[in-house]
């Protein structure tokens, strides 16, 4: 890769954030919809060409070697780790203070990149990650962890499990020796986020072991708990969100802590919807598909479309969301025992500026402001604060 395009990649990236809202182009902009039965986390790959998955004659199901990971592509397109953590820090000191925030932890953790960039700036900062998806903390074992160091493994414990039954998750291990090979490759690597090679190690290394659930398991009161990327919309039930916000208290520092999440709305997000950003080796795609607007339900899929490899990944991530509002998130947090709500929210471009500009930039010098009262937009995210 030439200076110039290194270049562009690194302030493209400076530019994206957990924002699906900013699209730059309107290429394969169909308004296709998606059957809200559809598989969660099922993967599709088929050939560019065939870009309507419901006429898809040459569905491939197994990935080529040479296709990367829908992991890769979705932390180099979706998230924003630096961005978060700077917020965590602010709201940690502004809320509590006294201290600097060292403990994370990171439900709905995913590929726990946060937690990854967590460590990179302080080598007393712990994370523990929990999520339901043991191939993407494998993953994360595997390709985020090794980037940070030799102490990387030392300083993280991946719990696999359900955050509503936190103490029976599993802690995920990794082999010694994978652990030593990972890190051997992959040393000197200066930031996760720009790294497009994963470390070339066989898939599966991580085990899990039976007798070591969170439950059994010694982990220092945290300072942060955080669930980002609205995934606290993957909850359903009012009684499972306060049962979380419950457990997420349970695990802070008596002597204070935050529980931090993010939420998104606006009148464009109880409708369908379809925005897509370019990255240099592929377009992602988000599609939200309709509103049930007595259920406040709606299905969120993620498509990656490769250009080199001239492929689509297809449903690479599939959700099943129901969109919260932020009164009802205040009175859950409430009712679980949180002494104080903060709000900070922030506008995001409306749908029609998005359209007509080139995309990259739109919104990206918005900051999050702490707000009490905030009139309906087109679109706006929000970072939800619980004080304990
Ligand atoms: C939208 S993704 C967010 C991933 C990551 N936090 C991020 O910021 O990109 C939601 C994640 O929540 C996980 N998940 C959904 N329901 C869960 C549950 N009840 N307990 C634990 N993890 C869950 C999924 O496996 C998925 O990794």
């Given at each position: 890769?030439?200076?110039?395009?290194?270049?562009?990649?690194?302030?493209?990236?400076?530019?994206?954030?957990?924002?699906?809202?900013?699209?730059?182009?309107?290429?394969?902009?169909?308004?296709?919809?998606?059957?809200?039965?559809?598989?969660?986390?099922?993967?599709?790959?088929?050939?560019?060409?065939?870009?309507?998955?419901?006429?898809?004659?040459?569905?491939?199901?197994?990935?080529?070697?040479?296709?990367?990971?829908?992991?890769?592509?979705?932390?180099?397109?979706?998230?924003?780790?630096?961005?978060?953590?700077?917020?965590?820090?602010?709201?940690?000191?502004?809320?509590?203070?006294?201290?600097?925030?060292?403990?994370?932890?990171?439900?709905?953790?995913?590929?726990?990149?946060?937690?990854?960039e967590?460590?990179?700036?302080?080598?007393?900062?712990?994370?523990?990650?929990?999520?339901?998806?043991?191939?993407?903390?494998?993953?994360?074992?595997?390709?985020?962890?090794?980037?940070?160091?030799?102490?990387?493994?030392?300083?993280?414990?991946?719990?696999?499990?359900?955050?509503?039954?936190?103490?029976?998750?599993?802690?995920?291990?990794?082999?010694?020796?994978?652990?030593?090979?990972?890190i051997?490759?992959?040393?000197?690597?200066?930031?996760?986020?720009?790294?497009?090679?994963?470390?070339?190690?066989?898939?599966?290394?991580?085990?899990?072991?039976?007798?070591?659930?969170?439950n059994?398991?010694t982990?220092?009161?945290?300072?942060?708990?955080?669930?980002?990327?609205?995934?606290?919309?993957?909850?359903?039930?009012?009684?499972?969100?306060v049962?979380?916000?419950?457990?997420?208290?349970?695990?802070?520092?008596?002597?204070?802590?935050?529980?931090?999440?993010?939420?998104?709305?606006?009148?464009?997000?109880?409708?369908?919807?379809?925005?897509?950003?370019r990255?240099?080796n592929?377009?992602?795609?988000?599609?939200?598909?309709?509103?049930?607007?007595?259920?406040?339900?709606?299905?969120?899929?993620?498509?990656?479309?490769?250009?080199?490899?001239?492929?689509?990944?297809?449903?690479?991530f599939?959700?099943?969301?129901?969109?919260?509002?932020?009164?009802?998130?205040?009175?859950?947090?409430?009712?679980?025992?949180?002494?104080?709500?903060?709000?900070?929210?922030?506008?995001?471009?409306?749908?029609?500026?998005?359209?007509?500009?080139?995309?990259?930039?739109?919104?990206?010098?918005?900051?999050?402001?702490?707000?009490?009262?905030?009139?309906?937009?087109?679109?706006?995210?929000?970072?939800?604060?619980?004080?304990?």
């Open positions: 890769m030439g200076k110039r395009e290194k270049q562009k990649q690194k302030h493209d990236r400076s530019q994206r954030g957990r924002d699906y809202y900013l699209q730059d182009n309107n290429e394969d902009d169909t308004s296709t919809m998606l059957s809200p039965s559809h598989n969660e986390d099922e993967d599709e790959i088929e050939d560019a060409a065939d870009s309507d998955a419901d006429n898809n004659d040459n569905n491939d199901q197994h990935p080529s070697h040479d296709m990367p990971s829908k992991f890769l592509l979705y932390q180099q397109s979706v998230q924003s780790p630096k961005g978060d953590i700077s917020y965590l820090q602010k709201f940690f000191l502004m809320y509590v203070g006294g201290r600097v925030p060292l403990h994370l932890q990171e439900d709905f953790c995913g590929t726990a990149l946060l937690s990854a967590w460590l990179r700036s302080d080598p007393r900062k712990t994370a523990v990650g929990l999520d339901l998806d043991l191939e993407a903390l494998n993953w994360c074992l595997e390709n985020n962890i090794p980037k940070i160091g030799a102490d990387g493994f030392s300083r993280i414990s991946l719990f696999h499990g359900n955050v509503l039954q936190p103490l029976q998750s599993k802690l995920v291990k990794i082999d010694p020796e994978e652990l030593v090979r990972n051997s490759l992959s040393q000197n690597t200066e930031n996760l986020q720009t790294d497009v090679i994963e470390s070339d190690v066989p898939t599966s290394s991580a085990a899990q072991d039976d007798e070591l659930t969170m059994n398991f982990l220092s009161g945290r300072d942060i708990v955080c669930a980002f990327n609205y995934s606290c919309c993957c909850l359903h039930k009012r009684a499972e969100l049962l979380y916000f419950k457990h997420a208290r349970d695990a802070l520092s008596k002597k204070g802590g935050i529980f931090v999440m993010d939420l998104y709305g606006g009148t464009s997000s109880e409708n369908t919807l379809k925005l897509q950003r990255f240099p592929f377009t992602y795609v988000w599609e939200q598909a309709e509103f049930d607007i007595i259920q406040r339900k709606t299905r969120i899929s993620l498509h990656f479309h490769l250009k080199k490899e001239k492929r689509k990944i297809r449903h690479a599939s959700y099943s969301w129901r969109l919260w509002t932020l009164p009802e998130i205040r009175d859950c947090l409430e009712e679980a025992g949180f002494r104080a709500v903060h709000f900070w929210v922030r506008e995001m471009p409306d749908s029609t500026e998005i359209t007509r500009t080139e995309g990259f930039g739109v919104g990206k010098d918005i900051k999050y402001e702490e707000a009490t009262s905030f009139q309906q937009q087109d679109s706006w995210n929000a970072y939800i604060v619980g004080v304990a």
